[in-house]
């Protein structure tokens, strides 16, 4: 029972931690990556969506990665 519960008080304290990642924004490896293939794009300004859709770009097995990226930002 003991250890239940200093499990739970640890599971507490680092919970937040999990939680601090912004889904919505491109992680600095992200960003990185997508600039090796669309150097001159602005990536600085990028929506929800735009961000979701370019990790999900970086992350698949497809070739054209880059215009992949150019066709999100220049979506509306």
Request: without cysteine; neutral net charge; proline residues 5%.
């Amino acid at each position: 029972m003991k250890k239940i519960a200093l499990l739970a008080a640890a599971l507490t304290a680092v919970a937040p931690a999990a939680f601090a990642y912004a889904p919505n924004e491109l992680s600095p490896a992200q960003l990185f990556e997508a600039k090796q293939y669309v150097p001159n794009a602005d990536l600085s300004n990028l929506s929800a969506k735009q961000a979701l859709q370019i990790a999900a770009i970086l992350s698949s097995d497809d070739s054209g990665k880059g215009a992949a990226i150019y066709s999100t930002l220049n979506a509306q």
